[in-house]
C-alpha cells in the first residue's frame, strides 16, 4: 500500500484510494471510455526538470515532490505523515521519465531528515507541505534535475494565483479517477485555477484555508499518487511553484475541484528551513 492511501483512512472525500501502484502499473490498459494524471499527456522530466518520485523502493512510487534547491524537495505533509507518525521516504528519484528503468538515467538519493508543518490535522485542513533534506546533494547542472523557484506572497498579491489563471501539474499517479491505470510515463496537464470562494462552494462540509489552492479543468486533474508534486504557472516566461497536489474528491470530477497546498503560505517557514546552511557541500580543494 502506498502512502498516498493514508489520506483516505483520515477521510474518505479526499479521495485517496489504496490501490497499490506496482500492481497496476505494468498490466492496465486504459479503457477508452476512461479519461486519461487524468485528461493529461506523456511529458519528459526535461521539461519539468523539478519533478521528482518518493519511492518505497527503487521503481516503487508513491508520491511526488519538487526540487527547490540541491538538498531540499518540497512534497506533501500527507505523503510522509501516517497519523503523527513521520515516515522517511527510502528514495528520492530525480530527472526520471519513466519509472521502469530509471536507475540508468536519474539521480537517487535517500533522504536524510523529514521536516513537517506543524499543526497538521488532516489533508482537508492545510498545511499539508513537508520538507525533505537529501542525503546528498543533488547534481543541477544538467537538463533534467532543476530547482524551480517559489512563489511568493507579492507574486500572490500581483494576481499568479487569481481565478482563471492555466496552471500546469505533473506527476506519475492515476490515469483514471477510479484509480486504477498508472502511468510508467510522467504526465503533464494544465487546469485552471479557482477562488477558494469556489472551491469552498464545492466543498461545503470542509473549511478551506487561505493556505490552500483550488484548481479544476473539465476532464482534467490531478489524481492519487500525484500527491506531493508540483502545480506550476509561468512569471515571465519562467515556472514558479505555486501549489502541492493535495486532495480531491474523486479525480477530474465536474463537481469537485483539485486541492493544492498553496505554496506562497509556506514563504517564511521553507525559507527558514532551507536556507539554514544545510550540510556542507562546499567542493574540497
Ligand atoms: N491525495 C492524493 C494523493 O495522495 C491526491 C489527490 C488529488 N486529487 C485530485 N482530485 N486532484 O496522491
Known sequence: MRRW???STISLLAGCGPEA?????EQ???LASDQEIVGGTDATIAAS????????SPGS???????????WILTAQHCVNENGTIIKPEWVAAGITTLNGMSSSGQIRSVAEVIVYPGYVDVNQGKDVALLRLSAPLDLSGANVKAIPLATAADE??????????????GWGALTGSGNAFPDTLQTVDVSLLSNSSAQSAYAGDTIGSDQ????????DSCQGDSGGPLTVLKNGTRVLVGVVSWGEGCADSHYPGMYARVASFESWIASKINDGGPLTATLP
Open 5 to 7: 492511501a493514508i489520506a
Open 21 to 25: 501502484v506496482e500492481q497496476t502499473r
Open 28 to 30: 492496465e490498459t486504459v
Open 49 to 56: 526538470p523539478w519533478q521528482v518520485s518518493l519511492q518505497d
Open 61 to 71: 512510487h508513491f508520491c511526488g515532490g519538487s526540487v527547490l534547491n540541491e538538498n
Open 157 to 170: 498579491a500581483a494576481g499568479i494565483t487569481n481565478a482563471g489563471v492555466v496552471a500546469r501539474v505533473t
Open 213 to 220: 489552492l483550488a484548481a479544476a479543468s473539465p476532464g482534467k
